[in-house]
C-alpha cells in the first residue's frame, strides 16, 4: 500500500508553542522547529508520509504579506507536483481564519489544503496538538476531501475556511462556523463528511495579488466620532471595513463620513461586531445612497480579505464589488 504524500507546511503558532512548564499558561508561539513537530508526530504511527517545509516559525499575529506569499507558492508548486497528495499548513490561531480564507480565494481546490494549529502549547498537559494534527492527515489522506476549498481543522471538526471563525480566547473548541455548519466530524481513525464536495475541480476564484492594498478595520463604538475615518484615509487606506454595531450600524456622523470616502473612490464595506449574523443591504443603512456595500455574512476579518483581492484584482465598482460579498 502507498501512503499518501502530505506536505506540511509550517509557519509556526501554538501548535509550534513551548511553555514554562505543563501546567503554564504563558508560551511562546513558534518556539518548536517543525522538524522537532514532525518527529514528534512520527511517534503516532500515521499512515502518511510527511515532507516538512518551514515557511516561518512565528505567532499568527505577526503573519502577513511575506509569509501569505510564500504559503501561495509553496501550494501552487505542491498542487502541479503529482507527487503531492494533499497539503496540511500549521498556523496559529488568532489569523488562521485570515491565511485559510485568503487562500482559498486564490488556489483552485485540485488537492485537498488544510490549515491546523491547536489552543494549548505541545509541552502543556491535555495539549491538543498532536491529535488536530492526526485529525488533519486523516482529512488529507481522504479522497472525499478534494474539491471543499481549504479547510481548518481544529476540535474533531473540519470547517470551511469561507465560514471558520475563532470565538474563543483558550478554549479547546475555539473555532464556530457561519453561516454553514461544519463539513465533517474527524477522529484520528474516523471521518463523517456531512455532504458532498461542492467545489470539486474548480480553479482559483481570484489571482493571487502582486501586492496587498491597505485596508482598515474601523470598529464602530457609542459615542465616536468621524475623526477616525479621516485619519485611515489621511494614511492611505483604499478600503475601509465598517465592524458596525447590530447589522453594521453606526453613527451618522460616521456613516456620512464613509459615504464621502465612497464617493472619493474609497471603497467601504459594512460589516458587524455582533459575533453571528448577516448584514444585509438598505436595512438600517441606506447603502444604495450611501455608495456602500454589505459585508452579507462575513466577518470583519474574512471581509478585509476579500476587499484586498478584490482592490488587487482591479475591483472599484461597488455594485461589483457587492455581488462579490454575496457569492462570498
Not at 22 to 43: F, N, Q
Not at 92 to 107: K, Q, R, S, V
Not at 226 to 248: D, F, H, N, R, T
Not at 250 to 276: F, I, N, T, Y
Request: aromatic share 4%; hydrophobic share 50%; glycine share 12%.
Amino acid at each position: 500500500m502507498t501512503l499518501p504524500r502530505i506536505l506540511v507546511l509550517g509557519t509556526g503558532g501554538t501548535i509550534a508553542g513551548a511553555g514554562s512548564g505543563a501546567t503554564g499558561a504563558a508560551y511562546r508561539p513558534g518556539d518548536l522547529a517543525l522538524g522537532t513537530l514532525i518527529a514528534h508526530l512520527d511517534a503516532l504511527n500515521l499512515a502518511a508520509e510527511l515532507v516538512p517545509q518551514d515557511i516561518a516559525q512565528i505567532g499568527s499575529q505577526d503573519i502577513g504579506w511575506t509569509q501569505w506569499r510564500a504559503l501561495h507558492a509553496a501550494c501552487v508548486a505542491a498542487i502541479a507536483d503529482p507527487a503531492v497528495d494533499g497539503i496540511i499548513i500549521t498556523h496559529g490561531t488568532d489569523t488562521a481564519e485570515e491565511t485559510g480564507y485568503l487562500l482559498d480565494l486564490t488556489l483552485p481546490t485540485a488537492k485537498p489544503i488544510v490549515l491546523v494549529g491547536a489552543m494549548r502549547a505541545a509541552d502543556a498537559v491535555g495539549a491538543d496538538g498532536m491529535r488536530n494534527f492526526a485529525n488533519a492527515v486523516r482529512v488529507v489522506s481522504d479522497r472525499e476531501s478534494c474539491g471543499r476549498g481549504v479547510m481548518l481543522v481544529m476540535g474533531d471538526a473540519v470547517l470551511a475556511a469561507r465560514d471558520a471563525r475563532k470565538a474563543a480566547t483558550s478554549a479547546i473548541d475555539a473555532f464556530r462556523t457561519f453561516p454553514r455548519g461544519p463539513l465533517a466530524r474527524v477522529m484520528p481513525a474516523t471521518l463523517d463528511w456531512f455532504g458532498p464536495p461542492h467545489r470539486r475541480n474548480e480553479g482559483a476564484r481570484y489571482a493571487f495579488p502582486q501586492a496587498l492594498p491597505r485596508v482598515a478595520i474601523l470598529t464602530a463604538g457609542a459615542g465616536m466620532d468621524a475623526a477616525p475615518v479621516e485619519a485611515l484615509l489621511g494614511i492611505g487606506c483604499k478600503g475601509v471595513v465598517l465592524a458596525g454595531m447590530g447589522q453594521g450600524n453606526a453613527p451618522a456622523s460616521v456613516l456620512a463620513a464613509l459615504s464621502r470616502a465612497a464617493a472619493r473612490g474609497v471603497q467601504v464595506v459594512r460589516s458587524a461586531r455582533v459575533d453571528e449574523g448577516i448584514v444585509d443591504r438598505n436595512v438600517e443603512v441606506d447603502d444604495d445612497a450611501l455608495g456602500l456595500v454589505a459585508a452579507r455574512a462575513l466577518g470583519p476579518a474574512k471581509a478585509r480579505i476579500l476587499l484586498m483581492v478584490l482592490i488587487a484584482n482591479g475591483m472599484t465598482d461597488a455594485a461589483h464589488i457587492q455581488a462579490a460579498f454575496d457569492g462570498g
